[in-house]
Structure formats: structure tokens, C-alpha cells
């Protein structure tokens, strides 16, 4: 199945996180089984904390980007209607927490598993976990506040 993002409308996939359109970006892939959003990323060299260890704002960044992208999917499914179908389901990250439970380890790849937590009209709470070599070494909570269609 293809990731959330790639069914984003073109003009918005320029977000440095997750927009495949943005060369310099991150381009964090979400895919959405029905329950669970999972993402999976390799940080490189230059997402260095210090040495052995993947920097927390970069954790933060695949947390906000995959939420979203988690919520995305879940409004749609709530709606029982295909992502990326019109009208379109655009949200913006009201409010991101992340708690860094154990330093992650600079170079396995990172599993990131994403769930709603709570839904509402207008809003979606996420939770997200991060984990390294089958570690959870950080959580999140992630909340899509939906724009007007
Ligand atoms: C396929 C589809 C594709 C779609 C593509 C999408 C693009 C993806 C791009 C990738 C993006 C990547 C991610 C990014 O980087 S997104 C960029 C970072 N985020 C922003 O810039 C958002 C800036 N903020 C705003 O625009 C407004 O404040 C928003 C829209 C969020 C709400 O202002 P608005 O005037 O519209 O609504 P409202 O004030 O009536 O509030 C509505 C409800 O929400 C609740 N609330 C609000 N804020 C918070 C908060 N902080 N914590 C808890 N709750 C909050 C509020 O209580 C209320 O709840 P309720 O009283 O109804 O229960």
C-alpha cells in the first residue's frame, strides 16, 4: 500500500518532515494498517546528539510528521472514505510531547508505531512510540487539529 504522504494534494507536500515533494526534507513514510501508523527511519551521521546517540529534535520531527500522517489516515477511515479523497482531510500538529525515555542509538534503523489515543470532532490525539533494536527509548503524543475543508 502506498504511504499516507504520497496521497497528500501536490501543494502540500513540501513540509520538511514528510513532504516528498521537498528536496531537504526528512521524508518520513507513514503506513496505515487500519489500527497501527508505522514508519520506519534510518537517522544518518548529522542527526548526531553527541556521539552514539539520535538527536531529540530529530525524535521529535519523525514524532509530529508520522502522527500526523497517523491521524490522517484515521479521520479518513472514520469517514469510511479512501485517503486523499475529496473533500480533502488537511490537520496541523496543535500540540507534540515526547518523553526520552532511554538514549537511541545512532545507526540501527528506528521503528516508529503510531495509534489514536483519542478522537474527537475536530481533533485527533496520537500516541507514538519509538523504538531502536526492540527498545522503546522514547513516547509522544501528537495532536491533529483539523483545518476547515
Ligand atoms: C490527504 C490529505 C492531505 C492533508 C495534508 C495536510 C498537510 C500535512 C502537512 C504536514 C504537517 C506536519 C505538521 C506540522 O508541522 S503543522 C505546523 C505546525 N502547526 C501549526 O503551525 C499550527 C498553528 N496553530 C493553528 O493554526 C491553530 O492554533 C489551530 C488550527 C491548531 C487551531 O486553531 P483554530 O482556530 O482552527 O481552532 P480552535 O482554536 O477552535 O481549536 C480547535 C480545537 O482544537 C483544540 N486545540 C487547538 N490547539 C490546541 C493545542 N495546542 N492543544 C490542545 N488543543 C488544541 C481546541 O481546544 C479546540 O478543541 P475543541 O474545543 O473543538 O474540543
Known amino acids: 500500500m502506498s ?3 504520497s496521497l497528500y494534494p501536490p501543494e502540500h507536500t513540501h513540509c520538511y518532515g514528510c513532504g516528498p515533494a521537498n528536496p531537504a526534507g526528512l521524508h518520513v513514510q507513514t503506513h ?11 537517522p544518518s551521521a548529522a542527526h548526531m546528539a553527541y556521539p552514539g546517540v539520535v ?3 530529530l525524535i521529535a520531527c519523525l514524532m509530529d510528521c508520522h502522527g500526523i500522517g497517523t491521524a490522517i489516515a484515521a479521520a479518513y477511515q472514520a469517514e469510511g472514505r479512501p485517503v486523499g479523497s475529496d473533500p480533502a ?4 500538529t496543535g500540540n507534540l510531547s515526547v518523553t526520552y525515555k532511554l538514549p537511541t542509538p545512532l545507526g540501527p534503523e528506528l521503528l516508529l508505531e503510531a ?4 478522537e474527537f470532532p475536530r481533533k485527533m490525539l496520537i500516541s507514538c512510540e519509538l523504538s ?3 527498545k522503546v527509548t522514547a513516547v509522544g503524543e501528537i495532536l491533529g487539529v483539523r483545518l476547515p475543508s
Open 3 to 5: 504511504y499516507i504522504q
Open 32 to 42: 496505515w494498517d487500519g489500527e497501527t501508523g508505522t514508519c520506519r527511519y534510518t
Open 55 to 57: 538527536y531529540g529534535g
Open 89 to 92: 482531510i488537511n490537520m496541523v
Open 115 to 118: 495509534r489514536v489515543k483519542r
Open 132 to 134: 531502536a533494536e526492540g
